[in-house]
């Protein structure tokens, strides 16, 4: 089991942003966090990697609590948040080399190279960051994200903002990236977990609604037409 969510609820002052949450994901799993706005989505995210502690419940990422070792369920996590943050003033290698460094990689450059030919970086790479197109961007967050080598990749809504090639781009990359690892993306376009995802969680309000296999769940409604259903049937 890659990611066990038990009970998880966050509090904000009084706003529930998530309530009694329990999920399972497999290794080598696609799960799309699927949902409006406002559902939850990043919250759990953040949970999840340890960027924020829950009010109450635990998750565990490969075997590793985050509350007892939140280091080592760092450390088999890539991470890429909704806002990608980069260091716009540093060329690309120059900052994969610096974010492998963080990491203590061994063989640094060996695997620089190996990231920038896996996520398509290779004619940018002379460029400043700041100079790259928001497609390639999302390259250089998604090569940050994976350039440890993690079991669990976690995307928050990785293909916000780009055009159609770049839509197309990112989604084989990601589809590529989990024939090896677990990997949870979130987003509220029913499309991309269509495109992308084996799995779809949806969740609103903070509760998880909805969890099934994606082709089972989507049958060709919108989103809008299944949470019609979903909250007409609770």
């Known amino acids: ?41 990043s919250t759990l995210m953040k949970i999840i990697t340890c960027f924020i502690p829950p009010t109450e419940g635990s998750v565990k990422v490969c075997g590793e609590d985050i509350f007892d070792n939140p280091m080592a369920v760092r450390a088999n996590i890539g991470y890429l948040p909704e806002h990608n943050p980069l260091y716009l003033d540093m060329y690309v290698r120059e900052f994969l080399t610096f974010v492998a460094g963080l990491h203590k990689i061994k063989n640094i450059k060996e695997r620089v190279e190996q990231m920038i030919e896996q996520t398509g970086l290779t004619k940018e790479v002379n460029k400043k960051i700041g100079a790259l197109s ?42 590529q990236v989990g024939k090896e690892k677990t990997v949870m993306l979130s987003t509220h376009i029913m499309q991309e977990v269509e495109a992308v995802c084996s799995r779809t969680i949806i969740i609103n309000n903070g509760k998880v609604v909805a969890d099934d296999d994606t082709k089972h769940l989507a049958a060709g409604q919108s989103l809008e037409a299944i949470f019609r259903k979903i909250t007409s049937e609770q």
């Open 1 to 41: 089991m890659s990611i066990s969510i038990q009970n998880i609820t966050k509090l904000y002052g009084t706003q529930r942003a998530l309530d009694n949450v329990c999920l399972e994901i497999n290794d080598k799993e696609v799960v799309g966090l699927l949902g409006p706005n406002g559902a939850g989505k």
């Open 134 to 175: 928001k497609g390639y961007r999302q390259r250089v967050g998604l090569s940050q994200a994976l350039i440890h080598d993690p079991k669990v990749l976690i995307l928050d809504e990785p293909t916000t903002g780009l055009d159609p090639n770049q839509l197309v781009e990112i989604r084989s990359l990601i589809k």
